[in-house]
């Protein structure tokens, strides 16, 4: 299917959009913390997963905020870099949990759903915080995606722990953690699409500025 686009324009951050980004990086480093150690405890994979995800949610957030005063350019390669990051999360998270289910162990229920309730809670707070940010440039819209997915994932540790508790086996939480792994890599793969629009984008109208300057100049 052929369609005819146009570059896009530079674009400002949205105002409020860095206050936003250092709220969502505290409560973020909060709970990977909080889920970091409560996922060695109860020897739940998709708490794990969730766990690893909150951390490299905050990494993504100071890469934002360090790219949020530059160009279109820069914020649109920042973006790829946290793209892949969430596609790699994803394969990693696969990974680990093939890794758990050849070892037959079986994890904590209760602690499982009380800790994805809190993480529910969190993450529901800083994508309400981000929701009004979710059609901006990549960079925007990667943070967006990175709130929204820890949210379904939350809701997901907490059926998870449910399925455990009923089957008292370890598939609920391996299925569960495969959900999110599969979440990660397909937006990691979203945010890399738009991040080459954004950067192609920005090269053309750097190229055009640059041929006007030198018209002018001639």
């Known amino acids: 299917m052929a369609c005819s686009c146009s570059a896009p324009s530079p674009k400002s951050p949205a105002p409020g959009f860095r206050r936003a980004l250092w709220i ?6 909060a709970m990977f913390l909080v889920e ?11 708490l794990m997963a969730d766990a690893i995800d ?5 990494a993504n ?9 530059m160009g ?3 914020r ?17 998270v696969w990974g680990r949990g093939i890794w758990v289910m050849q070892s037959g162990i079986t994890p904590e229920p209760l602690t499982m759903g009380l800790v994805g309730f809190l993480a529910l809670a969190a993450n529901v707070s800083v994508a309400a915080l981000l929701f009004h ?9 990667s943070v967006w995606l990175c709130s ?32 999110m792994g599969t979440l990660a890599f397909t937006a990691g793969i979203s945010v890399v699409r738009h991040a080459r629009s954004d950067i192609a984008g920005a090269r053309v109208n750097a190229r055009e500025a640059s041929e006007v300057s030198q018209g002018g100049l001639n």
């Open 24 to 29: 969502a990086l505290w409560v973020n480093l």
């Open 148 to 179: 929204r997915n820890d949210a379904i994932g939350n809701i997901a540790v907490m059926t998870a722990a449910l399925g455990v508790f009923g089957t008292g086996t370890a598939w609920p939480d391996l299925i569960v953690a495969g959900i």
């Open 76 to 92: 649109g390669r920042a973006a790829m870099v946290k793209g892949l990051t969430m596609a790699v999360f994803g394969l990693v």
């Open 54 to 58: 909150f951390f490299g949610d905050s």
């Open 36 to 46: 970091g150690i409560a996922s060695l405890q109860s020897g739940s994979v998709s």
């Open 61 to 69: 957030y100071v890469l934002s905020l360090s790219v949020l005063g």
């Open 133 to 141: 940010y979710r059609d901006g440039d990549s960079d925007m819209r």
């Open 72 to 74: 279109m350019l820069w």
